[in-house]
């Protein structure tokens, strides 16, 4: 069943309903709650190989529900070191939990002062009351 | 620029149910309650109801209402007697199709005509024009609302028998008397229900108490599509002819004229350049409406199926490669994929 409303404070976002958890060098990456409910059920996740490039504000994936497709925009760069095939294999795994077993890819940052730029969970919060 | 959205009767239920509305051609219409897929799923497995009170309807009353509208509409109504309806298309003079409806026969001298929400306007001023003495054309669909309850349990829990499809009769239910039409945009068993719009409240209120689950617009066109029923507007329009349509079934070009049956007979002896296909991908993407169809097609309607848990849809491609089972490639976002043309309907419940 889809996840109620939620954005954790150890979590990283990008206006683009996008965030990033920071584990070492490297950053875990997936699509806010706002995100998936807007979307509702999705139904496939285009992901990028791994080992590809990913550059921070620009897509690297599409998520689609029935009725839309969007991109995902990447809140860091780097290089793509791993793909959740459990999305791949069941995209509405990112509705049940967007933020744990719904992630969507694992970068390597090639620029770790970029993750200054990233709004903390207040701002975001405002990003989506002003919206 | 701002434009005021239309409501239909049972706006304030939508809103009061928790539903996302949306605008819809003009209308403010709830495209899900809970979400497209369990609402699709819903009436495939149960009961669903519809909410299509923004659909138009046009009465053509008079002692040569018959003969305007065998003029104007492509399928024979010759064939109808009062308590019959029929699908059929109002045609231009290139065979175009301006809309597709279904026409009621009420009475003798006395045809409703249900037809799309987008096509209203641009319908009853196109026989408006055309209206001839000894017949009157009026816009009615301010005068009702319509409720389709489509699924396997639909009629069961109405507590209606089974009727020949494409038949309607005078109905009461809970306390609402209305019109009980033997149709759907579906592919399952069901109805669609017309009742006066003051009346609109108390049989959807009644239709949900009876445990039909409330389903929006995404599951309607899903529905549809995994249906393989044209969307006028995306598969079928103006610029599209009924033949390469595959709805040559519906022009009645050997028992009558009407507009564009000349255009529509050369077409047919000729055979189409393109025809309209259904098709599911054979890789994992989902095809989406204006996508190109390799070899000369155009993707016109795309989603995922629910029930089939692929990417389904319908597109124009060169008549050569319509034969179901031919392979084609379309053309998603800048990646080929696979995909496959497949009999009519996409999906169909076993049974």
């Keep these: 069943m889809a996840a109620a409303e939620s954005y954790p404070d150890d979590l990283k976002y990008h206006r683009e309903h996008d965030w990033a958890r920071v584990e070492g060098d490297e950053a875990v990456c997936g699509i806010t709650w706002f995100a998936q409910d807007a979307l509702g059920e999705l139904v496939h996740f285009e992901a990028p190989e791994p080992g590809s490039t990913v550059s921070k504000d620009a897509p690297y994936g599409e998520v689609e529900s029935v009725k839309a497709v969007s991109d995902v925009v990447s809140p860091v760069s780097g290089e793509v070191v791993e793909v ?10 990112v509705n049940d939990d967007p933020y744990g077993t719904g992630w969507l890819i694992r970068v390597r940052l090639s620029d770790p002062s970029e993750l200054d730029a990233l709004l903390d969970v207040a701002a975001y919060t405002q990003v989506l009351a002003d919206q | ?34 979400g497209v897929i369990p609402e699709h799923r819903a009436v495939r497995a149960g009961a669903g109801a ?15 209402a018959h003969e305007l509208l065998q003029g104007l509409l492509s399928n024979d109504l010759g064939r109808l007697e009062p308590g019959q309806a029929q699908y059929t298309l109002l045609t231009n003079e290139r065979g175009g199709i301006v809309d597709d409806l ?24 196109w026989i408006k024009e055309r209206e001839i003495a000894g017949s009157e054309v009026r816009d009615v669909s301010d005068e009702y609302a319509l409720v389709a309850v489509q699924g396997p349990d639909a009629l069961a829990k ?151 848990d692929v990417g389904i849809g319908m597109g124009y ?30 999906y169909k419940r076993e049974g």
Excluded at chain 1, 84 to 93: F, G, L
Excluded at chain 2, 17 to 24: K, S, T
Excluded at chain 2, 102 to 125: C, G, M, T
Aim: net charge negative; charged share 20%; proline share 6%.
């Design chain 1, 84 to 93: 959740n095939q459990a999305v791949v294999d069941a995209p509405e795994t």
């Design chain 2, 1 to 34: 620029m701002s434009q005021t959205l239309l409501k239909t009767p049972l706006h304030d239920r939508h809103v009061a149910l928790g539903a996302r509305m949306v605008p819809f051609a003009g209308w403010e219409m709830p495209v899900q309650y809970v």
């Design chain 2, 50 to 64: 519809f909410d299509v009170s923004h659909m138009g309807e046009i009465d053509v009353e008079g002692p040569r």
């Design chain 2, 102 to 125: 279904i026409a009621y026969r009420l009475e003798r001298h006395h045809y409703l005509l249900v037809v799309n929400a987008s096509n209203r306007d641009a319908d009853f001023r």
């Design chain 2, 158 to 308: 109405l507590g209606l028998g089974p009727a020949a499809s494409f038949t309607f009769s005078t109905e009461t239910i809970d306390g609402v008397e209305c019109m009980v039409n033997r149709t759907g945009y579906t592919g399952e068993e069901g109805c669609e229900i017309l009742a006066m719009a003051e009346d609109a409240g108390t049989l959807w209120d009644g239709i949900l108490a009876r445990g039909v689950v409330p389903c929006g617009l995404g599951a309607r066109d899903t529905l549809r599509l995994e249906a393989s029923l044209p969307l006028h507007g995306n598969d079928i329009g103006p610029g599209t002819d009924a033949i390469s349509a595959g709805l040559g079934w519906t022009c009645a070009l050997a028992t009558k004229e009407f507009t564009g049956s000349a255009a529509l007979a050369r077409i047919k002896e000729q055979g189409p350049e393109r025809k309209l296909v259904s098709f599911v991908m054979e890789e994992k993407a989902i095809p989406r409406q204006g996508m190109p169809i390799e070899g000369g097609g155009e993707v016109t309607s795309g989603t995922h199926s629910p029930m089939l």
């Design chain 2, 317 to 346: 491609v060169p008549a050569a490669a319509a034969l179901a089972g031919t392979k084609l490639t379309v053309d998603v976002r800048g990646k080929q994929r696979a995909a496959r043309v497949v009999k009519r309907p996409i």
